[in-house]
């Protein structure tokens, strides 16, 4: 029985006493409230002296993904050209996501940093200071469900809170201008840098076989050798042009990808056909055109002929592919469009007076009771139990 009593006595002992706990809060009231008050005035204080800044927004929709591709459709109907450049990888991210990702590209933060003088305004030494500066001072983000763009810039000028937003909106249309970020944009430049080369090559072999006429006087040639040329001629522009797709698919597909083996195979196809043109009884290594359908003494404007016709081949090969590109990116243009352009705020947006004061409020409560009980320690019991008060000694 005594065990047991001992036992109850070491229980109670280890509990803590709400009662006590509530009473002890009650007894530091005033402290309490002291503590909490002097704390919400304090964060009055500081709120009313922090800066105050504005936040503006603008709202725009960007270009959707165009399904499909003007120029895999025509030439698929046409059966020649470059097939299949309108197949491909589907990109990894949607169009809002990729501008937005453009608006917090270092160029467009620069052009920003320099339109508004942000070094200056930001007390920053370093152009990298000012950009990170900016960034904790912008917010873009993509609407999941409807893909609108939101772009939110925060400032201490209401104005030019409004400004800095309506200003990234002209970036990112003029950097998206000057940027070839669709496919067909691609494919544009790169048959327009082809096409530029081929021209240049064209304009020689017209000024070599004028100079060769000039020379040695006009040269006629049969018919059936000048059909011979042209074929060849037409057959080496085809491979040019399938190299030149080829090169470009594998700039965005694997070699794995059917697109790129279906054209290397082509290739193949056509340099088989040449090669059996090109010589005659299997002998000789890429000649001219065979020796028995060619007079000896025409060999030389031959040659400089067949460059002709190949490079005037080749160019009209090329141009046809550009117009395509273009009628396909003329399709894919770009059109970003302004919902709600940024205006200027009314209200600010920071400090939020109310938030802070009540926030600090209930934190001082909070801590201010865990500082009371710490201070009293209701928890902790008397050394002697009640009822066992032992009498002074005298």
Known sequence: MEQKMETDALRREDEIDLTEIFRAVVRRARLITGITVATA?????????????????????????????????LLGQGGAGLLGLAGGISPVKTQGE????????????DRIVDRFD???LYKKRFREDARKRLLELISAKEERKSGIIVLTVEDRDPKRAADITNAFVEELKSLKGGLAISEAGQRRMFFEDQIRQTKASLSRAEEEIKAFQQKTGMFQIDAQARAIIEGIARL????????????????FATA?????????????????????????????VDPIMSSGRVPEMGMEYLRKLRQLK???????????????????????????????????????????ISLIVSVATVM?????????????????KSDHPPGDERLPAG
Request: glycine content about 4%; overall charge positive; hydrophobic content about 45%.
């Open 364 to 380: 001082a409560v909070f801590f201010s009771v865990i500082f009371v009980l710490f201070l009293d320690k209701p928890w902790k």
């Open 98 to 109: 990729l501008f937005v990702e453009i608006m917090k590209s270092r160029t467009v933060l």
């Open 310 to 352: 190949y490079n005037e081949t080749l160019y009209e090969l090329l141009s046809k592919q550009y117009e395509l590109a273009k009628l396909d990116e003329a399709r894919d243009t770009v059109v970003i469009q302004v919902i709600d352009r940024a205006v200027t705020p009314e209200r600010k947006y920071w400090p939020r």
């Open 256 to 284: 794995q990808n059917p697109d790129v083996q279906r054209v290397e195979e082509e290739i193949r196809a056509l340099r088989s056909e040449l090669e059996k043109l090109e010589t005659s009884k299997g002998s000789g």
């Open 41 to 73: 005035v304090v964060a009055l204080v500081v709120s009313l002296l922090l800066p105050n800044y504005y936040k503006a927004e603008t709202r725009i929709f960007p270009p959707q993904d165009k399904g499909g591709n003007l120029a895999a459709q």
């Open 118 to 120: 942000l070094l200056n």
């Open 236 to 251: 080496r522009a085809g491979i040019a042009v399938k190299e030149v797709e080829a090169r470009v698919l594998r700039s």
